[in-house]
């Protein structure tokens, strides 16, 4: 990483791009105009969702894979690596899609994919299927990700795009945390596949809410 930074050259802004006034300022700024500009909001209230109550799947795949498959380590390993290779075929994929198509009907089918694949790797007892699953909701878990971070970017107005994609990453982190803890009370009271199932049933909810004026934003 180190390397890597070393070769990028930094480019001098220009008196129009700098950023005057104070850190709490410009925090009351670019959180007015993140939330302020209509299409920016929605696809952060869309996030929330999917952080908070489909991204902490993944911190429960350990006791998917007890409860399940009987299994151990080596199960819960073999699920998450299935995940993992998803994500950067997921990311291939994106990379190489033409830039010049919407990236919006990207954000949405992933979303509503992942949802479904999620919900059946909840409840599936045959672990061959739940490998297949995995893969599929990795691929689709990194698609809406970077697609949704993407579109933000491309949206906001270069000197708030920094602000704007820090809400996206504050969003993506602490609505995991709170999801996880979210989902392992509904598994507490109801069964952990139960409690997955309800928290993704609430992020699509959230989705079929937003769809709508979602696009009808992008437009």
Not at 21 to 44: D, H, K, M, N
Not at 113 to 118: E, Q
Not at 189 to 204: E, H, K, Q, R, Y
Request: include cysteine; charge should be positive.
């Amino acid at each position: 990483a180190l390397l890597f930074l070393s070769t990028l050259r930094c480019v001098p802004r220009s008196p129009a791009q700098a950023v005057a006034g104070s850190w709490s300022r410009q925090l009351v700024e670019g959180a007015r105009y993140t939330f302020g500009e209509p299409l920016i909001r929605r696809l952060l209230m869309l996030h929330v969702a999917s952080a908070t109550l489909a991204r902490p799947f993944l911190d429960f795949v350990p006791a998917l894979a007890t409860q399940l498959f009987q299994g151990g380590a080596t199960h819960a390993a073999a699920l998450t690596s299935a995940s993992g290779a998803g994500a950067v075929a997921g990311g291939l994929w994106l990379a190489q899609r033409d830039t010049r198509r919407p990236l919006l009907p990207v954000v949405l089918g992933a979303m509503a994919a992942l949802a479904a694949l999620l919900i059946a790797l909840a409840w599936t007892p045959w672990f061959a299927v739940s490998l297949v699953l995995a893969l599929a909701a990795g691929f689709c878990m990194i698609t809406r990700a970077a697609a949704m971070q993407t579109l933000i970017q491309a949206v906001a107005t270069p000197p708030m795009r920094g602000r704007a994609v820090s809400f996206y990453a504050l969003i993506l982190n602490a609505g995991s945390i709170v999801g996880a803890l979210v989902i392992g009370a509904l598994a507490e009271m109801l069964g952990l596949s139960w409690g997955l199932t309800i928290a993704i049933g609430a992020a699509l909810l959230a989705w079929w809410l937003l769809k709508t004026p979602l696009q009808r934003a992008a437009a």
